[in-house]
């Protein structure tokens, strides 16, 4: 890579190349489920362990809001609170993945007592929130630009579940229906503002540094929940 500032066309193709090599999508644990081979305990196991990934994602939020000194990024970013936490008359995301756990006969305080969270979700999740409260706020939005890998991945797992794991529920779905549009929108909003933000060669460097660091904790994550519930082989 160069030392001086990336044109932003550079500074896209340098943030999307880490996500080609390092995006969970490419998990063994993502490709058993989307090839069909997970277990419902295996499947369990993750909707639980996910979960307390999704309750955190507003409480990083909220950090990157305290942060943030420019009100014309507040105003953008608080919709993802919202989005997670929900308002008056909408349910958000977060009781989108309770339903998603009821689908797969998981009750609500299975979920919300973390009754089966693997330390090393615990800790992957902890680490990203702990990097959003401390890392300088243009960072931690960037970190979040795994997003823009998120959309297939969302439509390649919605298939599969309908396909494979029809014991699930389809209503517990919706989750996955909205994060397709929701992900395109988060992550053209974040892509906008690291463009902005990170405009020095030092800050696009790091934001690079960023996604690799999200990178990794999606990817620890998923190593967590391979561990505890594994899959069969072909
Ligand atoms: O459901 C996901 C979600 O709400 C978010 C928020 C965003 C962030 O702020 O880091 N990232 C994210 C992601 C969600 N789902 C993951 C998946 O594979 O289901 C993907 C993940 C991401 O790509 O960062």
């Known amino acids: 890579m ?47 362990n996910r979960f307390y990934y999704q309750r955190n994602i507003p409480v990083k939020d909220a950090a990157i809001l305290s942060n943030c000194p ?20 909408n349910e958000g995301g977060i009781e989108a993945w309770l339903r998603l756990g009821e689908a ?24 990203y929130v702990n990097f959003a409260r401390t890392q300088p706020w243009p960072l931690a939005i960037a970190s979040s630009l795994t997003e823009l ?12 579940f309908e396909k494979f794991y029809t014991w699930i529920e389809r209503a517990g779905l919706d989750y996955f229906r909205r994060r397709v549009t929701q992900a395109r ?8 503002v690291t463009l902005e933000y990170c405009n020095t060669p030092e800050l696009q460097r790091d934001a690079i540094r960023a ?5 990794d904790v999606l990817w620890s994550m998923l190593d967590s929940i391979h561990h505890a519930y594994g899959t069969p082989n072909r």
């Open 70 to 89: 420019q009100r014309e990024v507040r105003r953008v970013w608080i919709q993802r609170v919202i989005d997670h936490d929900g308002s008056l008359g």
């Open 149 to 160: 890998f998120a959309p297939d991945l969302m439509a390649a797992r919605l298939a599969a």
């Open 2 to 48: 160069t030392t001086g500032l990336w044109d932003h066309e550079t500074f896209i193709a340098n943030l999307r190349e880490v996500g080609g090599r390092a995006y969970h999508d490419k998990h063994p644990f993502h490709v058993a489920m989307n090839e069909g081979r997970l277990s419902p305990e295996a499947l369990r196991g993750w909707v639980a």
């Open 211 to 215: 996604i690799e660091f999200k990178c």
């Open 185 to 192: 929108r988060d992550s053209d909003e974040a892509l906008a």
């Open 104 to 127: 797969c006969e998981l009750s609500h305080d299975e979920l919300i007592q973390d009754r089966y969270v693997q330390p090393g979700v615990r800790f992957a999740v902890d680490a």
